[in-house]
């Protein structure tokens, strides 16, 4: 009974922590610009985050190393560095959206200004990285990150027309509108949003801290495998509201306010209050996990001590990098750019970023000298080098697709 | 030197590049100590007090883990004096697995000292810095 | 050992080489993006003669949409379906939507009379809006019970804004329509 | 010396014939019984927490994965062996030449491909070495790169 809860609370929090700002803010963007006809690229991230996921964490566990410790040595040094430069920009980017969107939800819960908010928030996430238990704080994110559900719900209240909603996923068919290289644009985004590489940093690393079993593979294994995919279709949900309300007014989501506006139409206040309260604890929780990331990747190139598990002062280089990243994190806030700029801006870097980290851990996972008896087996490479070419495609066509569409403009 | 002088069972080949290294180097406790950045090659079967730098052609072997500024200048090329390696003697290492482990304590070397020093100018001064976060406050 | 005199010349060669080396490869990476980027850019409408007239709509649908938004906040404020928090934030966003349409509009230089007039019909509409937007946002204000019914633009119900904004909103279609967008 | 001054640098023969770059050192690690005086059990992981315990007894499932492969051998000194000289460089530290790991298909096979015709010199055959560039001695051997 005891275990069966276990796995249910890790299930849980794995729904509730697949969902952060980008994958809000650019399903949201997405569903008011192009209805359901890019639900196709979330069915595919989220496969690909499941397989990057399980990979990363089995490589860690059996190896006892983690995901940026192996790429220093597979790549060396020189390579592995200009790895760590790009990964920890996109990762302080990332950081940036969360503390960013933290800040917006907490305006829409108070009408305090964003400006205020966004110092309180970066303080609150340092509080909790420093002092309070590991497992307590991801727990509780999860499980509020899980109101996001009122996403789901405000969809069924909407009562859409299911068959459209359908015709416009599949086959694929965008607005006649939209230009195709936009259409591209946004596929790749949401494509970033899905496979964010900080997920796998974290992962891979708890998975060496906590010195996992072949007990606590599995059961991470069912977590991500029944989790993400649930977390997707909040994702899903979440797109699907935008079409339904504000697509057909001709709304094209540019900020936070205007992605609960879907919820209210459906739920009234409450449901609102509820979503409201999710976002903050989703976004809080994806910069908890980005900000350690952020600590994860430089200790783990430099050989520095790491981890949630350790005293501060035992791993003080880890920590002072956190506190590091977090002040950036502010500062770049506090030229007022827009956050939901940089969100749009940190899921494309996203997906960028993927081959960096994707390419080594495939490698080691096949490399008997790290994985002994665990290496992957043949579907898992076929899906793998599968994924392979969909990451560097990606990752390729990213930036070309950005200048070309003026960032989706 | 400290090596036990226990007869060796048997030989392990292995490539630097491809198992020492960028290494993560583990302490007897195992805790971070570094990575390996570079190795120091000394000549074979020298006098224990007089060690000779390597010399090509003759027998060699690793006589330290180099870490520290020798990063920096394998990344951009060039090499530091050797009195900026921070060396961690070979002597010192216990086991070799996909972690260089070590049979001393990280606080006996001494390449640590920014990780010390921030340790006491800085994180261990902000309430709850020595606090472990798994303990119930 | 025999230690190499530093004697300059084989470490040079040795270390160009290596540079040389990892320069070609962020040369052939960079040329491959500037490549990639100038196909893809080709292919986008932008590029050809109609830009102003474009970048006129562009402004011109996302002041549409901050109107839009309003309305549906103004509803659903009116139907107590959202918290006042929320609907201000809203609007607040849609107010600064519009500014940024504005002065999308006012920096365009257009290079003919045809997009000149398209542009000039966009700032009628767009400022138009904006006054109803701006007005939206304090009839949220006194719903949320700030004291502003001395303020003599508030407008007093609901169905008043809504008229308003309607307005508003067919104005933009209208410049919208000129300008060649859907 | 150090290592970082021999890997990539230019592999002359002894008539200064270019023979491409040196990418890797083999080493010769002495292996010592386990359990020795350095030895001690019951650290397995870097995490405090999670790394008590665990005896070595406990089931099979309640055991960290990584102690399969993060404790080999307790080694003594590290001879060096030889250095592999390949005819290009850059993918190398891969290591696919030297090993049989054949998947994720095709990385291995194109890696290795990329990569024919590396050797293993010997140590011995090593004749003089100077930043950026390693010369041979006259009659040098060439042996097959592939790790035992």
């Known amino acids: ?409 | 030197m400290s090596r036990d002088d226990s007869p060796p069972t048997g030989v392990r080949v292995v490539d630097v590049r491809l198992h020492l290294l960028s290494r993560q180097v583990l302490d007897v406790d195992g805790e971070p100590v570094t990575t390996v950045d570079d190795l120091e090659l000394v000549a074979a079967d020298a006098p224990e007090d007089g060690r000779r730098d390597a010399v090509p052609g003759e027998p060699a072997e690793v006589g330290a883990i180099l870490t520290g500024p020798v990063l920096l200048t394998r990344l951009l090329g060039g090499r530091p004096p050797a009195s900026r390696w921070e060396p961690v003697p070979w002597s010192d290492v216990g086991h070799v697995g996909t972690a260089i482990e070590l049979t001393v304590q990280a606080d006996s070397l001494d390449v640590h000292w920014t990780e010390d020093w921030l340790r006491e100018h800085v994180v261990g001064r902000i309430p709850g810095g020595r606090h472990d976060p798994e303990e119930e406050s | 050992m025999r230690t190499p005199a530093r004697s300059g010349t084989i470490a040079d060669v040795g270390r160009r080489a290596r540079i040389t080396r990892s320069g070609a490869v962020l040369g052939h990476v960079l040329v491959l993006a500037v490549a990639l980027a100038t196909t893809a850019g080709c292919t986008v409408s932008r590029q050809e003669p109609g830009q102003a007239t474009a970048a006129v709509a562009d402004a011109l649908a996302q002041a549409g949409s901050a109107v839009e938004t309003t309305r549906l906040t103004v509803r659903l404020l009116d139907a107590d379906r959202v918290t006042t928090p929320v609907a201000d934030a809203a609007v607040l966003d849609q107010v600064r939507v519009l500014e940024e349409s504005t002065s999308a509009l006012t920096t365009l230089v257009p290079p003919d009379d045809v997009s000149s007039a398209q542009r000039d019909a966009g700032l009628v509409a767009v400022a138009d809006a904006t006054r109803e937007v701006v007005a939206a946002r304090a009839w949220v204000a006194r719903e949320a019970g700030g004291d502003l019914s001395e303020a003599g633009a508030v407008p007093l119900t609901a169905s008043e804004l809504q008229a308003d904004l309607a307005r508003a909103a067919d104005d933009l279609d209208t410049a919208l329509a000129l300008a060649g967008g859907a | 010396m150090i290592l970082g001054d021999l890997l990539d640098a230019r592999v002359l023969g002894p008539g200064g014939e270019n023979l491409g770059f040196l990418v890797d050192v083999r080493l010769a690690l002495d292996t010592l019984p386990d359990g020795g005086p350095s030895d001690r059990d019951g650290r397995h992981h870097p995490g405090g927490a999670a790394g008590e315990a665990d005896p070595d007894d406990a089931h099979p499932d309640d055991r960290a994965l990584s102690q399969g492969v993060r404790r080999r051998d307790r080694v003594g000194r590290a001879r060096v062996v030889g250095v592999l000289v390949s005819p290009r460089t850059g993918t190398s530290f891969l290591g696919y030449e030297r090993t049989d790991v054949t998947a994720p298909w095709p990385v291995p096979q194109l890696v290795r491909r990329r990569h024919r015709g590396t050797f293993l010199v010997p140590w011995d055959d090593v004749a003089a070495v100077a930043p950026g560039e390693v010369r041979l001695a006259a009659g040098y051997r060439r042996e097959d790169a592939a790790l035992p």
């Open chain 1, 1 to 409: 009974m005891k275990r069966l809860l276990g796995v249910a609370l890790g299930i849980l929090t794995a729904i509730g922590g697949f969902v952060d700002i980008g994958d809000l803010v650019t399903n949201a963007v997405v569903g008011s610009r192009f209805g359901l006809s890019l639900v196709w690229v979330v069915v595919v991230g989220v496969v690909g985050i499941c397989l990057f996921a399980s990979m990363s964490g089995r490589v860690a566990a059996v190896s006892g190393r983690a995901t940026f410790e192996i790429i220093r040595e597979r790549l060396g040094p020189r390579a592995a560095g200009a790895n760590l430069a790009a990964s920890f920009a996109i990762n302080l980017l990332t950081l940036t959206a969360e503390v960013g969107g933290i800040a917006l939800a907490l305006h829409l819960a108070s009408s305090v200004e964003p400006r205020l908010w966004i110092p309180v928030a970066a303080f609150a996430v340092w509080l909790v990285l420093w002092r309070v238990k590991f497992q307590v704080m991801e727990n509780v994110a999860g499980l509020l990150g899980l109101l996001l559900v009122g996403f789901g719900v405000a969809l069924f209240l909407l009562g859409p027309d299911w068959g459209e909603l359908l015709r416009q996923a599949v086959p694929p068919s965008p607005p006649a509108t939209e230009h195709v290289a936009t259409y591209w644009y946004y596929a790749v985004a949401l494509f970033g949003a899905a496979m964010t590489p900080y997920e796998v940093f974290f992962f891979s690393s708890g998975a060496v801290e906590e010195g996992w079993t072949a007990k606590d593979l599995a059961q991470n294994r069912v977590n991500v495998l029944v989790g993400f995919p649930l977390g997707g279709l909040l994702s899903v949900a979440i797109a699907a509201c935008a079409a339904v309300v504000l697509l057909p007014a001709g709304i094209e989501v540019s900020s936070l306010s205007q992605i609960v506006l879907p919820v209210a139409e459906a739920g009234g206040t409450l449901l609102l209050a509820l979503v409201i309260v999710g976002i903050v604890a989703a976004t809080f929780g994806a910069a908890l996990e980005t900000a350690l990331s952020s600590g994860y990747t430089l200790a783990q190139y430099l050989g520095w001590s790491w981890g949630k598990f350790r005293r501060p002062a035992r791993a003080a280089r880890f920590h002072v990098t956190m506190v590091v990243a977090l002040l950036l994190a502010v500062a770049i806030l506090m030229t007022s750019v827009d956050p939901v700029a940089v969100t749009e801006m940190s899921v494309v870097f996203s997906a960028v970023a993927l081959p960096l980290t994707y390419v080594p851990i495939l490698l080691v996972a096949n490399d008997p000298e790290y994985m002994g008896e665990h290496v992957n087996g043949r579907a898992t490479n076929a899906l793998g080098m599968v994924y392979l070419v969909i990451v560097v495609a990606a990752a390729v066509a990213a930036i070309p697709l950005m200048i070309a569409t003026g960032a989706g403009s």
